[in-house]
């Protein structure tokens, strides 16, 4: 059922005219009899013609279009900066193609490439678990391709990023634990061998000594990876130890949301027991039994960002910049943490 | 900071020899002398020269590349039907373009324009919600363009699509509403103009007369759109007239929360006073207090199913067939609509 698209020379063949009167005739060039002009136009209309736009945008090195890479497309985080972006692409009037590289590196390469080959006129990008080398980024900043990187970023490159400041977002949330009278207060993060949330860790170990709790590293569980399973299998052994911590912070909801289950299923109370906050405030924290602490990033904030720095290098690219803009978290205080709410309604 | 990419013309006048030579030496041509194609490709590594893949793409009529139009892009559901539909073209050596068309058909169009721009060898649709034309999906279908309409598809065309049986879910979740003693069961559906969810009140209308229950126009609310506050709000209507439903079907799984809070706010226990059952399954449903009943529509088989349907068209063209496919959805039980449990915990 293929069938090729119409071009000029089908429209000059079939009218036994030159391909270039067929072209200025399109174009309603004056130096083309009226007759001709009127004649061409109406078979182009008849026959479905279309102007090639990959052929303009070769020629005009534009095509109106941003690309956006994203590690995961079933996610609220990123879906929600992604529908930003295109609500100021859309005031823009750019286009905006989504490719997920799902975690994976060979992928991003691929859809900086497919992107590149589609003559995008920017890219936004947020860098999978697996890359460690940068040479694609590279690649499109040697284009000159405008680029702008959010959340998840490298310092490794001289290059405009969105992020957010994950270290302070981690410190307040476990000091919010210390004010609700928690001491021992455990960590999920990720792999030890994954980059994602050093900087929440940090955040943690700063507001621990800062409060004079000593961070132990048996305090420190390094889950399998970032998943609520993962988050309830970690969680189940840190509750068979002697010690109990009577805080968990979770890097992620999903771990948060493991680590309730596990506390659950052992009989304890959250958050009498054990406190929990997690981060990123997913759509699911808001609504589970008890509701989830977290953090919200603001991913349309991040959007804006993301979107604004990189039209401000696609349309004043002699002015633009290499920008580095940090978007402030918020802590959502919820069931699984507020005990002092808790007290309040049994005095009550 | 805009810098073209190196072109073949760009390394013949660095060598002072013809494009042609160049471009024949980059393909290892023999017609070209040994030490004339070594320089050339030399200097086309220092350089940086890439191959112009659109432009290979706008010779072979090939760009290995897929798009996927959805309506929305902060949903599980697209969102997991995307995720498949990349795993199935992963398999195949192609590359997903998403563009999400935000609910416009006007964007939709645009989409399509895009991803026709850019050579896409097949596309994925589902309607966005204003859709009621279809003219861009036949100029895809004219222009010889694998296509798959899934989801939000239309009767009006003849083209391969990939549906799920609301009609049976509906009917089964109002069979098992009745199955739990209820009698009076209402159904919160979407705007009276907008056709999504047509097959669900179909269902839903035929289990009532199965049932030989009364399908009044009273118990039938038309929801200003699908979200949590809209069935909230006619929840809230509901709940005060005389006359009381003893359950709620939501069409949307956000309808069927919003009629959640609403019970809440009014002091009714859930699934006592009132059950209720969503649709579509998606994770909040599952971690709500109550957990929500709802239908599994099962996105990974809808993504995988119009991937092939896709694939079949791209790689077997001439043999490949308009096909229909209909995946059939599953009842999932959980605490918002299970009585019978919940007077089998009562009575242990």
């Known amino acids: 059922m293929t069938q090729k698209p119409i071009t000029i020379k089908d429209i000059a063949e079939k009218l036994n005219i030159s391909v270039s009167t067929v072209s200025r005739a399109l174009k309603d060039n004056h130096e083309i009899s009226a007759q001709t002009r009127k004649t061409v136009q109406e078979l182009a209309k008849q026959l479905g013609y279309k102007p090639n736009p990959i052929a ?13 890479i994203v590690p995961q497309i079933v996610s609220t985080f990123f879906a929600t ?114 980059a994602i949330g050093g900087n929440r860790m940090e955040g943690y170990e700063k507001a621990m000594e800062a409060n004079h709790l000593p961070a132990k590293t048996e305090l420190i569980w390094h889950c399998s990876d970032f998943t609520v399973e993962a988050g309830k299998e970690a969680t189940r052994q840190l509750l068979s130890r002697k010690e109990r911590p009577d805080a968990i912070f979770g890097i992620t909801d999903d771990l948060a949301i493991g680590a309730i289950e596990a506390i659950k299923e052992k009989g304890l109370n959250i958050p009498e027991d054990i406190a929990v906050v997690g981060f990123s405030n997913t759509k699911r924290s808001r609504y589970m039994n008890p509701t989830v602490s977290s953090i919200n990033q603001f991913p349309e904030k991040i959007g804006r960002a993301a979107a604004e720095l990189l039209f401000d290098q696609i349309l004043n690219s002699k002015h633009a910049q290499i920008k580095k803009e940090i978007i402030n978290c918020e802590l959502i205080v919820r069931e699984s943490s507020d005990r002092l709410c808790k007290t309040r309604q049994m005095l009550t």
């Open 56 to 68: 303009v945008a070769l020629k005009t090195h534009k095509s109106h279009s941003i690309g956006v």
């Open 81 to 194: 900066v992604v529908k930003t972006i295109e609500e100021v692409a859309d005031g823009h009037g750019y286009n905006v193609l989504v490719i997920s590289s799902n975690e994976s590196f060979q992928k991003e390469q691929k859809s900086v490439e497919v992107l590149m080959a589609n003559r995008a006129d920017g890219i936004i990008l947020a860098l999978s678990h697996e890359t460690k080398d940068y040479e694609h980024i590279k690649m499109i900043q040697e284009s000159g391709t405008p680029i702008v990187l959010f959340d998840r970023t490298t310092n490794e490159l001289n290059v405009s990023r969105v992020v957010t400041d994950g270290v302070t977002a981690a410190f307040q949330a476990v000091q919010h634990l210390v004010s609700e009278g928690c001491k021992k207060i455990a960590l999920l993060c990720g792999p030890e061998n994954v």
